[in-house]
């Protein structure tokens, strides 16, 4: 198998992975109709969802650096496939959300397998632009999910959403069984024990750089977080906008990052250092979170005033998270599968503490959803300098 083909088929099984994270949104108000549940409750189907792909990492990338890559991804994938069956099914609001833990568990394991096999491959500024690639689709599937999630929940309701996502683990059962050849050789492969697994994790934590690049991925993608647990309340509850034009507003959200992502393709190591790209994104992070906020202060709820400064937000993401995934993987080659699974532990525990954030702050969803999102983006060039320092240099 190709090299390309092999970062082609992560990317397609990343992205069927990480659709549970947007695909269920427009259904939100309909799970918390049907249950006669109130909308924090419900919620919880999407931040614990988030919060339980964040833990199940910590061991998922220790294990593929034991057992290697194929095997790892194939159980995360029936694992997949079952619980989106039991949430199609689910009876109550409590077995939903418990079907949701389950599912995350699932969905976590292509994502964080996935950066390791892209380092099992690559390194390098190769490596960040193959990232640039899955990081696209992880961004453009959640982002996407509820544009389709919308036409999916006017047409069967919202247990069709979680029939449709079973299917999609059927299709990556099948993919990876036929498609899919184990990158990581049995001479590398690293022994699985706790005290080892926890010693990698802290000397993590301690490198400073590390932690930089981390934590400015962990940021970043928290306005994701923020924006899937904020948006469909105040589009369809406030601004009364119907599911599938919500799904559709996603798509600038998807153009946005694919831009990014095509910026960070295009010129990371050419004309712009890895370094330079993530103040770059970080920057406008920083520019659409304090612009949204301002608006919502302002009083200016639309359309107009809330998709405008994501889009900004987003195009920053997709130019910062490949090049700031790459330069944390790099620097443990050894280790690539630990290193990918704390990176995926903070991003998405940032995904799901903001979702969190949002459901918490109370009040109007309006100014809860544009303070977090004004925090995250501020925060993710600010710790990044204090951690990393300004880069040295912004050309190669």
């Not at 988030?50 to 034991?66: E, F, R, Y």
């Not at 995360?76 to 995350?104: D, E, K, T, Y």
Request: net charge positive.
């Amino acid at each position: 198998m190709s090299t390309t083909r092999l970062i082609v088929l992560m990317a397609m099984l990343t992205g069927m992975g990480q659709l549970p994270v947007g695909l269920v949104v427009p259904s939100m108000p309909a799970i918390a109709d049907y249950f006669v549940a109130s909308d924090d409750r419900v919620k919880l189907t999407f931040s614990l969802f988030i919060l339980t792909v964040a833990c199940a990492q910590l061991v998922v990338g220790p294990l593929s650096d034991h057992f290697g890559r194929k095997i790892c991804i194939q159980v995360g994938n029936v694992v997949f496939l079952l619980s989106s069956l039991l949430c199609a099914f689910a009876p109550s609001l409590g077995i939903l959300i418990a079907a949701r833990v389950a599912q995350g568990v699932g969905a976590c394991v292509p994502v964080v397998v996935s950066r390791a096999v892209v380092r099992d491959v690559h390194s390098g500024e190769e490596a960040a632009r193959a990232l640039a690639a899955i990081g696209m689709v992880m961004a453009v599937a959640p982002a996407l999910g509820p544009t389709l999630g919308g036409f999916i929940q006017v047409t069967v309701g919202w247990r069709g959403v979680f029939a449709v996502l079973a299917g999609l683990g059927l299709v990556a059962v099948v993919l990876t069984q036929r498609q899919l050849v184990e990158t990581l050789p049995v001479s590398r492969r690293q022994p699985f024990r706790i005290g080892r697994i926890v010693s990698v994790y802290l000397s993590l934590l301690r490198d400073r750089l590390f932690m930089a690049y981390s934590l400015a991925v962990l940021f970043s993608l928290s306005g994701l977080g923020a924006y899937l647990a904020g948006a469909p309340f105040i589009f369809i509850r406030l601004l009364e906008i119907p599911e599938p034009v919500f799904g559709m507003f996603s798509i600038a959200n998807v153009g946005s990052f694919a831009v990014g992502s095509a910026i960070a393709s295009r010129f990371t190591g050419k004309a712009f250092t890895m370094q330079a790209m993530i103040v770059i994104g970080g920057a406008m992070n920083a520019l659409g979170g304090g612009l949204l906020l301002l608006l919502i202060l302002a009083g200016e709820l639309s359309v107009v005033t809330i998709m405008g400064p994501t889009v900004v937000f987003f195009v920053g993401m997709g130019i910062l998270v490949p090049n700031a995934m790459a330069a944390a993987i790099n620097r443990y080659p050894d280790h690539a599968g630990l290193a990918s699974a704390m990176l995926g532990f903070l991003q998405f525990g940032g995904w799901g503490g903001a979702g969190l954030a949002v459901g918490l702050l109370g009040g109007e969803v309006s100014l809860a959803f544009a303070s977090v999102f004004a925090f995250v983006g501020l925060a993710t060039p600010v710790t990044y300098v204090l951690l990393g320092g300004w880069p040295e240099k912004f050309r190669p």
